[in-house]
């Protein structure tokens, strides 16, 4: 299991969390997600993680995502 973070800028409300919520469940191989409104991170966790399929996700819901090296 591997764990990718995401910085997302733009969400303001519930509303963006449920939006890039609603598409990262949609993501192949996510087993579990975390979208904190505070702090602008997306954190995925699950196997074979494709950052382009998340990437993209986040991006059909309107938002861009900047991968967070750790
Ligand atoms: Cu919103």
């Known amino acids: 299991m591997a ?3 995401y910085r ?3 969400m303001t409300c519930q ?3 449920k939006a890039v919520s609603d598409e990262l469940a949609q993501v192949p191989g996510v ?3 975390d979208v904190n409104l505070d702090t602008k991170l997306v954190t995925v966790d699950g196997d074979s993680l494709d950052d382009g399929a998340i990437v ?3 991006d059909e819901a309107g938002y861009e995502a900047l991968a967070v090296t750790e």
């Open 3 to 5: 764990t990718k973070v």
């Open 8 to 10: 997302v800028d733009g």
């Open 15 to 17: 509303h963006c969390v």
């Open 31 to 33: 087993a579990k997600f």
């Open 56 to 58: 993209a996700a986040i």
